[in-house]
């Protein structure tokens, strides 16, 4: 792979207090890493550990983590849900992701 990152954007609708709509545009990677971050967190895994059990290499799941890897391809993301002990489909279904609209290539 090149190293380039392809640029998804999401474009996720969020309620203000007023009740108007308000679109904030996040980048396909980020906001995987965040899915990333939760799931570590609610389940007190490490990275290295996730690497582990991910099949994957520590490098790739910080590169993931910084924005720096393209998360469009289906190997990584089924070994990032493996390593959550979820499906891909599981991985996949949290509410940033299920709310978004993807605009762009």
């Known amino acids: 792979m090149s190293g380039k990152v392809n640029e998804k954007w999401i474009y996720n609708s969020i309620s203000t207090e007023t ?9 396909y990677s980020e ?3 965040k899915r ?3 799931l ?3 389940r007190n895994i490490t990275y290295n550990k996730l690497a582990d059990m991910s099949g994957l290499g520590s490098s790739t799941i910080d590169n993931i ?3 720096r890897h393209d998360l469009t391809n289906i190997r990584t993301l089924h070994g990032l849900a493996t390593g959550f002990s979820m ?3 599981e991985f996949l279904n949290f509410t ?3 709310e ?3 605009k762009g290539k």
């Open 19 to 27: 009740g108007a709509k308000e679109v904030n545009a996040l980048k």
């Open 31 to 33: 906001i995987l890493s």
């Open 36 to 38: 990333i971050t939760s």
């Open 40 to 42: 570590c967190s609610e």
């Open 65 to 67: 983590l910084k924005g």
């Open 87 to 89: 499906t891909t489909a």
């Open 96 to 98: 940033e992701m299920n």
């Open 100 to 102: 978004a609209q993807f």
